[in-house]
């Protein structure tokens, strides 16, 4: 039933004519009721006129989005018109007034509210006492369009909040997508630079090493345009034909991807070491990724700042928890450097997984060391 209520509500937003049309004909087929019942010989009979003239009334209701103002002034004046013209049955319930007040709060600035209020202010005593000039009904009448009014602003209300969720949603995308790119970005830049600056020596005085480095430079800018066309194929809109390329971002993949990025890194000149402990075992996707994109920060910042000979990447799989440490032998924090490396990324990564992230220097004071813990199921929930 869900489905099939999101489904109607989305051709509804597509078509919102088509559903006018079909309102106007349910209020049609309501207010026809009266006409077709049997009725008691000593109440007015339901006669053709009587019957144009309420469909009059509902008429309007077609163009009540585009103009729900003028819509209202109709509904009014064809109403008021229908005691003293015809005899003809009454109606239960004001179905197009309520309608077209639900739709004026709604969707309507605060003046248009204004005016619907000052008009109904008016309107309904004046066809109270035309019809029973009762408090009965003029009391019933105040409390359904006043229930109509509360119900259109609460419907606004609630647009609102989705409309307010669904930027604060795009802005998270947008700032998710943002540091995707500045990962990217920076690691394959940063190792691009390394090497383009080993270069000219390399050639030199090693030219089997210089060939080694423009490889590299060329292997680290191929590997970069394919995760940017990645991540840049998922923000198609969809005018190309065909599906945009959903593929997931890089993360352990079996610790394959990880291995490429130690790789690529000691290609660079760097000494790198992996180690693994613990039960390893598999990782959501979305873990994988972050656990991916933490090392490669830690070792763009090695690459970029620490000037470091080595450094070592560990990983340990604990119960309920996989810690991760980068720690390099560079010159270690810098005065004025905010924590060294400015790992900004990292922290953020960490906290939206309900994580921690430590960085500092390493020990004895020597290099500089990133601890990451990242809360993941225990081997027992994996079996499970």
Known sequence: MRGWWERGRALGAAHPQ?????????????????????????????????????????????????????????????????????????QPLPYTGLVIVYTLAAGSPPWKRLVTGGLLAVAVPVSVWLNTRTARE?????????????????????????????ERAAARERARIAREMHDILSHAVSLMIVQAEAGPVAVRTAPERAEAAFDAISTTGREAMVQLRRMLGVLRTGDEPGPAPREPQPGLAGLAGLAGLLDRVGASGLEVAYESAGAVRPLPDATGATVFRIVQEALTNVVKHAGARAVSVQLTYGEGALDIRVLDDGRGPQSGSGGGHGLIGVRERAAAHGGTAVTGPGPDGRGFEVRVRLPVLSSAEVAR
């Not at 006129?49 to 109709?74: M, N, S």
């Not at 019933?140 to 602003?153: P, Q």
């Open 18 to 90: 088509a559903v006018d049309l079909w309102i106007a004909l349910l209020v049609q087929a309501a207010m026809t009721m009266p006409f077709v019942v049997p009725r008691s010989p000593d109440l007015e009979p339901a006669t053709w006129p009587a019957y144009g003239l309420t469909t009059l009334t509902v008429v309007p209701l077609i163009w009540r989005r585009r103009a729900p103002l003028a819509v209202l002034i109709a509904i009014i004046a064809t109403s008021a018109l229908y005691k003293p013209a015809v005899e003809g049955p009454g």
């Open 138 to 166: 003029l009391t019933f009448s105040l409390f359904v369009f006043a229930a109509a009014y509360v119900f259109g602003r609460l419907t606004d209300a609630r647009q609102r909040a989705n409309r307010i969720e669904a």
